[in-house]
Every structure is written in C-alpha cells, then in structure tokens.
T-cell receptor
Framework: DQQVKQNSPSLSVQEGRISILNCDYT??????FLWYKKYPAEGPTFLIS?????DKNEDGRFTVFLNKSAKHLSLHIVPSQPGDSAVYFC????????????FGKGTKLTVNP | NAGVTQTPKFQVLKTGQSMTLQCAQD?????MSWYRQDPGMGLRLIHY???????DQGEVPNGYNVSRSTTEDFPLRLLSAAPSQTSVYFC?????????????FGPGTRLTVL
C-alpha cells in the first residue's frame, strides 16, 4: 500500500514557466509534509515543508499547497529555472514522530532553457 | 561542518559477503537513519536511531543490522549480502526525533551485490 503517491514519473517545462508537481497521500495520521530535491549522485536535500494546520507555505520561488480534504499536496515552482532540474520527492510524516517519514517515488523535473 | 558523510561511495560485493557502510555526522544530531533507494522507488527506511544506544527497525530491516555507540556514528551492517540488497543507501540525520522530518542526507553509497 503506497501511503504517498507521486503519479507523474516525469515533468518537462520551459524555463520561466510554472512547474507543478503533485502528490497524494492515504495515511490520515500524517500532519506534516515535505518536499525533497535530489540531484544525480547526491543525497536528497530538504526543500520546503507544510504543516496540516496550514494550506499554503511559500519560500521564494517555491510554494507548497495542501488540500487536506482531498489528501493532496502540490509544489509550485515559479519561475522555473534550468537549475531546478532534479528529482523531487514528496514525503509525509507526523510532527510528533509517531509515524515514520514515508517518501513517494519521485518526479523527475526537467526545465528546458 | 562536513555534515553527513558516508563511506564508501561505491562497493561491489559477492553474494554471502559481509560489509559495513559507514555514516558519520558532525552536527550533534540525535536522530539518524538509513534509507535505501531502488530504481523507480522512493526512499525506504531501513533502521533508525533516536540517540546513542537506541535503535529501531524501519520499513525494510531484514538483512541489516545497526548500532549507535556514539552520537556521531551510525554504521549499517550487511551480514550476508544478497543480490536483492543491490541499491543506493543513504544515511540521514536530524536534530532530534521531534524534528526527524527535516533530515540532512549524506551523498549515498552505491552497492552492487553479484
């Protein structure tokens, strides 16, 4: 049972446009969600997070939206840059640590110049 | 700060061999964990530790042992390697168990078991 699903294995966008990466979850216990970014041959790096008490969190060009009723979150990157090309992992967990962090399979984003 | 370091970067083993993947962090983090990443899969938790002397199993612990004798080090042992353990292994750490979500990852060890 996949608790965190990223249904799009890949996404290609033009530089300057918006990139939207989607993630769905099934575990109702999750109250904290994160996005990690991973370049080839490197470990994942934390990008942005959101608590379930919010429906939006913004950090520069990156915004994460959370729709709790739909158990859906999305990462928006505006404007997209070639350096954003990477694999993005969505992860769900709980702030108290009662549920271990669960990662989706990732979406490979390619930003074309 | 070096952050989270992992050695070796690459390793090839034969079935049945044993080895230890090393992980160290210099951030005085209490929480450390090991993940494996297989093609087309997300990261799956193998083992984790909330502090020195305390370890617990994650989602896929079979075939792996861990220990945490110091805050800095969290080695992962394969006692008898199997081809199914071919994967990329990532070690991660965070300040404490409550902040386990915001983890810092090492660069990974690519392991091939023949």
């Amino acid at each position: 049972d996949q608790q965190v699903k990223q249904n799009s294995p890949s996404l290609s966008v033009q530089e300057g446009r918006i990139s939207i990466l989607n993630c769905d979850y099934t575990n109702s216990m999750f109250d904290y969600f994160l996005w990690y970014k991973k370049y080839p041959a490197e470990g994942p790096t934390f990008l942005i997070s959101i608590s379930s008490i919010k429906d939006k969190n913004e950090d520069g060009r990156f915004t994460v939206f959370l729709n709790k009723s739909a158990k859906h979150l999305s990462l928006h990157i505006v404007p997209s840059q070639p350096g954003d090309s990477a694999v993005y992992f969505c992860a769900g967990g709980t702030q108290g640590g009662s549920e271990k962090l669960v990662f989706g399979k990732g979406t490979k984003l390619t930003v074309n110049p | 700060n070096a952050g989270v370091t992992q050695t070796p970067k690459f390793q090839v083993l034969k079935t049945g061999q044993s080895m230890t993947l090393q992980c160290a962090q210099d951030m005085n983090h209490e929480y450390m964990s090991w993940y494996r990443q297989d093609p087309g899969m997300g990261l799956r938790l193998i083992h984790y530790s909330v502090g020195a002397g305390i370890t617990d199993q994650g989602e896929v612990p079979n075939g792996y042992n861990v220990s945490r004798s110091t805050t800095e080090d969290f080695p992962l042992r394969l006692l008898s390697a199997a081809p199914s353990q071919t994967s990329v292994y990532f070690c991660a750490s965070s300040i404490n168990a409550e902040r386990y979500n915001e983890q810092f990852f090492g660069p990974g060890t690519r392991l091939t078991v023949l």
